[in-house]
């Protein structure tokens, strides 16, 4: 009798329910909700408004009656959007590709090493995020026009390396991938060391196959702020030879007048490729999150 009650007990504890109410835990809750909703709102109705027609977004209404799907095709061909968006994609990927190779090269530098005055430089580094970019737009478009240093070619206004050079040193990526490369076991590098590699090939071989996660991370951060520039292209740019996607999405805004619309399609068609990117690569995002910038 003793043993079946003790199973009961058993029983009975195994099966209370693990969640417990609780005031502090309803109001989380509660204000997560209320966050996902104000940060989805904008984009529900960005999405919504271009299926519509240009006389339900001047009545505001919340869900088109029929979708349009030629207003996509209208924004693309009206806003010249072709033009704009090769040249995001070449802006883009120049950048990232820059990019990566002078992050790298620092961020293996200063994770493995040796060298004097390493901290101090590393320090320093780290201080120029704390400049906001406002201060530092005038002297570089001051070097970009040629004012302060010969450029080869003379000013690179209305040019590809206006657009690219400025962003090719990034030092949130650099310290994001010195983080992690700092935790890699010093017994690899002694083994390669037996093995008769330098540091070049230790970085190739070794080092970044084991980084695919905060390099997929510095990708994704470095895509984005590339592909969403908006202010520096505008100011370096007076040509549409080389103005980016927001650069045309902005200059359809105030062609498109009260097309809300086909503003709203443009916008949509400026953001695809961020989300496809986010799509494809969460896991590694998520991973070089959880994994970088908490060890050093």
């Not at 990927?93 to 190779?101: D, E, K, N, S, V």
């Not at 478009?141 to 390396?161: A, H, Q, T, V």
């Not at 084991?210 to 390099?215: D, Y």
């Not at 740019?237 to 105030?254: A, E, I």
């Given at each position: 009798?003793?043993?079946?009650m ?7 504890t195994?099966?209370e ?31 919504s ?15 088109p ?6 207003n ?8 010249r ?5 090769v ?5 883009t ?9 002078t ?15 390493r ?21 570089n ?21 206006a ?8 030092a ?27 540091h ?7 080092v ?8 997929m ?19 370096v ?18 062609e ?6 086909l ?8 953001v ?25």
């Open positions: 009798m003793a043993n079946q003790e199973n009961t007990g058993v029983k009975r195994v099966q329910p693990a969640f417990r109410f609780s005031v502090g835990r309803a109001l989380m809750y509660l204000f997560l909700i209320l966050g996902i909703v104000l940060a989805a709102l904008p984009f529900f109705y960005m999405v408004t271009s299926f519509m027609t240009l006389g339900e977004t001047i009545n505001r209404k919340w869900l009656a029929v979708p349009q799907i030629k996509y095709i209208d924004a693309w061909e009206q806003a959007f072709e033009r704009y968006f040249n995001s994609v070449i802006i990927f120049t950048t990232l590709l820059g990019l990566l190779t992050s790298i090269l620092a961020a293996y530098a200063f994770g493995r090493i040796h060298f004097f005055g901290n101090v430089i590393f320090g320093i580094l780290l201080a120029t995020m704390m400049i906001p970019e406002s201060v530092t737009m005038i002297p478009f001051l070097m970009i026009r040629g004012d302060i240093l010969p450029l080869p070619g003379g000013s690179w206004l209305n040019k590809l390396p657009l690219t050079v400025p962003f090719m040193a990034n949130f990526s650099i310290f994001l991938l010195r983080q992690f490369f700092i935790t890699i076991p010093n017994d690899l590098w002694d083994a390669a060391r037996m093995d008769g590699a330098g070049l090939r230790f970085l190739i071989q070794i970044l196959p084991l980084s695919k996660a905060p390099v991370t510095v990708i994704i951060f470095s895509f984005i702020g590339s592909w969403n520039a908006f202010l520096w292209p505008l100011l740019t007076t040509k549409d030879t080389w103005r980016p996607l927001m650069v045309g999405l902005w200059n359809f805004q105030s498109a007048g009260p097309e809300t619309h503003l709203m399609a443009g916008a949509v068609i400026a695809i490729p961020i989300l496809i990117l986010y799509f494809l690569t969460q896991k590694q995002f998520t991973e070089g999150i959880a994994t970088t910038g908490l060890k050093g």
